[in-house]
């Protein structure tokens, strides 16, 4: 394990987003049809157990959700016992996932974001997937393959090859209270213009129209795409967050906060909060935060909705969530158990249970159009609004320490807000402290 310490030690603290732009291309493969088969071991039967352990972060309904499916496999395939261990928040996950790295002891699989599992991947305790997925006795059935959105699909690939796969994905939304926007005779905000106007409306009395969860600045990129601009430029290393189009997003956000018409929710974290509450009445978040806000607003009497994601020089939403990744330091038995699992993720019945029951959205379009999901969406139509955007959908960059980015914009626009730096002060300092971190995880790879 090259440079463990000195690579996955700078990464320990830090608690990360989804990664790649959605403009990464595929490798040139078909599934079902890799030439280097790994299936010859797989004819012989055993009436052994293999067991192996899957590592995630889904707490609550979500928890539940995954629960539910880990025993529906282990049910289905009597030869194997997965283990789903909750790990704590994913910050914990992260955490242990390093520790268990440096002891030598990481589970088969786990549930990590792709800018986390650049350092395993160049640490070399990543199984690439390719042999697998290919494998003309193994490998996953061409249709479902092709049936993944290419922009989740890919997003878990170094260097032509996959190492990880979408599991848990959700697109940010908008959230809004619908009885205040129609008693105020508001037409639901498509563009920043709108935004602006229907907060200029709706702030009054103490209210503060739109929301934003504590985390506005590592969830800002999809408020610097609309812009116009990107964050991160894979291809160059180009960190972009002192650039004219990032400007523009941070001056629109905070002047709304500015001028009383939007509030950050510190202290509650999340827009849940005010949003049911009924002091604020337009919000962003994912849609992971979908049970949460239906549990509150229930319970308040709230009448929720969610719209997509607004437009400003142009859409753009943002998905984010964890892959799927399975380390190479379990035993073959336990690899090849554990691509069972991976692969069963994707069956349609799977993947549309998985798209009812959790906050998140079928893998696949077979499974959006499932009876189950088309019922299901007729009662809660939220999910089919975060798949109409895939078409508009990127993800976050996956650079080595790239959360330096976020962590840094977070930064930039908690000082922007309390008054202690100008917008050009708080983006120029913003750029050189992720540069640094950034360069620093580098060093420690001896890439500098």
Known sequence: MKKILAGLLILVMVFSLAGCNKNITSGDKSAGKNDDSISVDNKEKSDEVVELEFWHAMADANGEALE???????????????????QGHYKDLFEKLSGAAQAGNLPTLSMIYANRLTA?????????????????????????????????????????????LPFNKGSYLMYYNVDALEEAGIKVPTTWT????????LSKDGKKAVAFNASVGIDFSFWVEQ???????????????????????????????????????????????????????????????????KEACEAAGVNWAVAELLEGKKKAALFSGTDITMFNTSTEAQKKAGWEFIKFWYETDVTAQWGIESGYIPMTS???????????????????????????????????????????????????LAGNKTIDKALKDAQEGARAEMDEALKNFGQE
């Open 68 to 86: 539910k499916l880990v025993d529906k496999f282990n049910e289905e395939n009597p030869n194997i016992k997965v283990n789903a261990y909750f």
């Open 120 to 164: 395993y991947v160049m640490n070399e305790l990543v199984e690439e997937l390719d042999p697998y997925i290919f494998d003309k006795e193994i490998g996953i059935d061409e249709k479902i393959w092709d049936d993944i959105p290419n922009g989740l699909r890919d997003n878990g690939m170094w260097d032509g090859k996959h190492y990880s």
């Open 194 to 201: 709108d935004l602006r106007e229907a907060a200029e409306i």
């Open 227 to 293: 812009a116009g601009g990107h964050i991160y430029e894979d291809s160059t290393d180009t960190i972009m967050i002192d650039t004219p189009e990032t400007k523009e997003a941070y001056k629109f956000i905070t002047g709304l906060v500015a001028d009383g018409l939007g509030q950050v929710a510190y202290e509650d974290g999340y827009i849940t909060g005010p949003i049911s509450r009924r002091e604020s009445f337009i919000g962003f978040a994912s849609s992971s935060h979908i049970p949460a806000m």
């Open 366 to 416: 077979a499974g959006v159009q499932t009876q189950s999901f088309q019922e299901y969406l007729k009662t809660d139509p939220s999910k089919l609004i975060a798949t109409n955007q895939l078409e508009d959908s990127f993800q976050d960059p996956k650079a080595l320490n790239g959360y330096a980015i976020h962590s840094n914009m977070q930064e930039a626009i908690d000082q922007i």
